[in-house]
């Protein structure tokens, strides 16, 4: 297999300054802004100056070898063509989960090379039959220059950008849409029957929440197909390489309690008649108080509600307070709908709640809603704990506040605990609202 080498010292230099754009009097023969490459023009003007016959290979870089015969035509973001030639590592690169592409296009009359590595969430590697494509990925692209020094990156959802990459920085602290995102590469070696897997190296960016890249380059558009792969095929007692970013941890206040069964820890009310006074309660758990942010990090927060029935002149009373949750691991609640369940939110905390004196009716209203929403599937979008808080206010004829925001990781819009909060500080429609948090009563019930 043909070995690419690095020229002498003043090649070397001479290609390092037409990556970085450095300003020089020599300068490769002018191309059209955009004009359309072919993969020979390509390939002759980096073999001319990426992999001349003279020199040393840096020991710095890892082996990198094109593979020009699976060269696809692409267009970037700004529209402009480009060629993306799969290049395979023989060391340090993605390995199954991943994929790395060279690019070539033209920028200010110069053919520009950068490298492209995608890295899948392991939950949309395997999903998707082991294919990594543009069109639907789910994980990080990064931009690098051939020196493997890092120019930029991005987050994607579901083939839309998310998120904008950076490179950690030794202090300082992140914003409060941003958070660290780890990608694990591994080694693992099988001899027979006997396996070990190792962690072979780490990286780790800051994803903060918006769309686009950013730098000088602009992101692939469109399909780039091909499966995980920039690691060289297995052979036995060989080292087979497999990359995946570290899928999202969500913290949602109260994951993981246990469920009750909604229909029965309601029937605890018994009759709703006019002989007792009733009382509905929003609790809202903001990941950050009183900012309006869907999410901070990970913490998305929590909604939940609480009915209360006291008897008239005693000090007796019925209350449960509960919220909906997902029944499923953090990786498959941000893929889409998955089941749901309820559980005991009692002595939970919360940041603000509003509180409203209902009538008998109201309350038999919002109870029917409740009980009906056993078995309801979860959706971290559109069906999730504040969407059932507003179905049971909604049964009550109740005036809570609706609006919709913005969703993390390209969600769109919605409905979400910090939202809510926001609106109740600062738009409440009625009730009594409570702006200094605290913890929910506990549910009490006979049954």
Known sequence: MKKYTFPTLLIWLFFVCLLAGCEREEAAQPIANGSPLSVPEAREWFDGQASAAAGKKSSNLPERVPQWEAAQ???????????????????????????????????????????????????????????????????????HDWQERFLYGARYEQGKVTGRLSEPKSSGRMGPTCELITITHYVK???????????????????????????????????????????????????????????????????GLDPIDLA????????????ATYQIT??????????????????????????????PGTDTYIQQVFGFYPNASTADIL????????????????????????SAGQFKNALNAGGGMGGQSYNLKNQNCTDAVFSITNAAGLSVPQTSGAFPWGGGYGHSPGQLGYDLRNKPQGGTVNTAGGEAPMSMGPC
């Open 73 to 143: 035509h692409i267009k970037l973001s700004d529209g402009v063509p480009a060629i993306a030639v799969p290049v395979q590592y023989k060391e340090k690169g993605p390995g199954t989960g991943g994929l790395s592409r060279l690019l070539f296009f033209t920028k200010q009359g110069q053919l520009q090379i950068r490298i492209m590595k995608m890295v899948s969430d392991s939950a949309y590697f395997y999903r998707n039959k082991q294919q990594v494509k543009l069109e639907n990925f789910s994980g990080v692209l990064t931009m």
């Open 189 to 255: 070696v099988c001899v027979g029957s006997e396996c070990a897997t190792n962690i072979d190296y780490v990286e780790q960016y800051i994803d903060c929440d918006g769309g686009g890249g950013g730098g000088d380059t602009p992101l692939p558009s469109g399909p780039i197909g091909g499966g995980g792969g920039g690691s060289t095929p297995s052979e036995p007692g060989k080292p087979l390489t497999f990359s995946f970013l570290k899928p999202r941890g969500i913290i949602m206040p109260g994951l």
């Open 264 to 275: 029965r820890f309601l029937d605890c009310f018994g009759e709703i008649t006019d002989n």
């Open 282 to 311: 929003v609790y809202v758990d903001e990941p950050v108080s009183g900012f309006g942010l869907s999410k901070f990090g990970t913490d998305v927060g929590h909604t939940f509600v609480g009915l209360k029935k006291q008897y």
């Open 335 to 358: 893929s889409g709908t998955v089941p749901g369940e309820f559980s005991n939110n009692g002595s939970s905390g919360y940041t603000v709640s509003v509180t409203y004196d209902v």
